[in-house]
Each structure stands twice: as structure tokens, then as C-alpha cells.
């Protein structure tokens, strides 16, 4: 759990972490430089590294935001009486929506990469681990004999599955899916997985 702070410093912390969401949302991970960020909260630099432990605890503040946002696109892609198949396309799709509808965001997510030895904080890892388990409620519908720890790892399997599909896209990689045919074939694998993930092992 995030520590509680002082109004004054809190307020200071939301505004850097909307400075730095603007930045990478328009200029990507790459471009973010800590005085940037605090020349456009209109602070000094120092004040940064007051309010945060330092450049990458800022990111994961502002990745937190995505994560969050993207855990609401999946609660509300629900359907009342939609099976498990279909909450699992549905989930999908979402995904695939929210990647090209934020770009940059959604990038920073995988491309921020800790210090050797650093491990992400408690309260930013539960955010990913929300995901998952969105994945993985539908999923144990269709396979009700997987124990908790089977099911997350088939949620982790099929996140990652479409996961590689939408970054190869959007880091216009070798291989790539084209653009127009990046939602039928998502809907097409995770078809035939769920399809295979439905039958008794």
C-alpha cells in the first residue's frame, strides 16, 4: 500500500505524476527527462526527488494510472449472460483497443526496466496481478479441475499470447500482423485457444 502523505506534498506528486503522464503520452518513455517534467510543474528539480524516490518511482506512478485505466476498459467490457468464450474475446479486444488508443502509455508499461535488484513496489504489482486474475475468473468457468495456480498461469499464457500479437504491431516488427487484420486475428487465436482450453485434459 502507498504511503500516506502531506496535503502539500501529495498535491505536488499528483501534478508531476499528470506532467510526466502528458510527456510520455506524447513523446514515449525515452523522451522523459526529470527536468522536463518539473519545468513544466513549474518546481525545482530537487523537489522531484523530494516527492519521489527518483525518475523510474515517478513512471511507475504514472504506469499505475494506465494499469488502472485499462482494469476499468476490462470491468466495463462486460456483458450480462455472455459466456465464458465470449467475456474472454471480449476481454481481448479491449485489450487490443486500449494499446493503439494509448500508444505510448500502454508501451511504457513493458518498457520501463528497474535496476538490477530492484523489484516493483507491493502496491504496483497488485495492479497487474487485478489483471490477471480478470483472465483467469472466466477461464476457471471453462476449466473448473485447474487449481488457482494453473488458472493463472493459463491467464498469464493467454495475456501474453495476444500481448505478443499487439507489440509486434506496434513496434512494426518483423512478422507483424497488418494494421486491418490485427482484430480478426486476436479474435481468431483467442478463439481457438479457448476452444482448446475448454476441452478436459
Not at 506528486?13 to 527527462?33: P, T
Not at 509486434?168 to 483467442?190: C, H, N, Y
Request: a neutral charge; charged letters at 25%.
Amino acid at each position: 500500500m502507498e504511503t500516506q502523505e502531506k496535503p502539500g506534498r501529495d498535491n505536488l506528486r499528483h501534478r508531476l505524476v499528470d506532467a510526466a503522464e502528458r510527456r510520455i503520452g506524447e513523446q514515449g518513455l525515452s523522451g522523459l527527462k526529470a527536468r522536463q517534467v518539473t519545468a513544466d510543474v513549474g518546481c525545482a528539480l530537487g523537489a522531484l526527488y523530494n516527492a519521489f524516490e527518483d525518475l523510474d518511482d515517478l513512471i511507475l506512478h504514472v504506469n499505475a494510472r494506465t494499469l488502472d485505466r485499462l482494469a476499468a476498459a476490462f470491468a466495463g467490457a462486460h456483458r450480462a449472460g455472455e459466456s465464458a468464450e465470449e467475456t474472454i474475446a471480449v476481454l481481448a479486444q479491449t485489450y487490443v483497443r486500449f494499446a493503439l488508443e494509448n500508444r505510448m502509455l500502454w508501451s511504457a508499461v513493458f518498457a520501463l526496466a528497474l535496476p538490477e535488484g530492484r523489484s516493483a513496489p507491493d502496491w504496483y504489482v497488485v495492479r497487474y496481478r487485478a489483471l490477471i486474475d480478470q483472465i483467469a475468473d472466466p477461464l476457471a468457468k471453462l476449466r473448473p479441475d485447474l487449481s488457482p495456480e494453473e488458472l493463472q498461469l493459463r491467464a498469464r499464457t493467454l495475456f501474453a499470447a495476444v500481448h505478443g500479437v499487439v507489440r509486434l504491431f506496434l513496434e512494426a516488427r518483423f512478422l507483424a500482423v497488418p494494421q486491418d487484420r490485427i482484430t480478426p486475428e486476436v479474435a481468431a487465436l483467442v478463439k481457438a485457444m479457448t476452444r482448446g482450453l475448454s476441452a478436459a485434459e
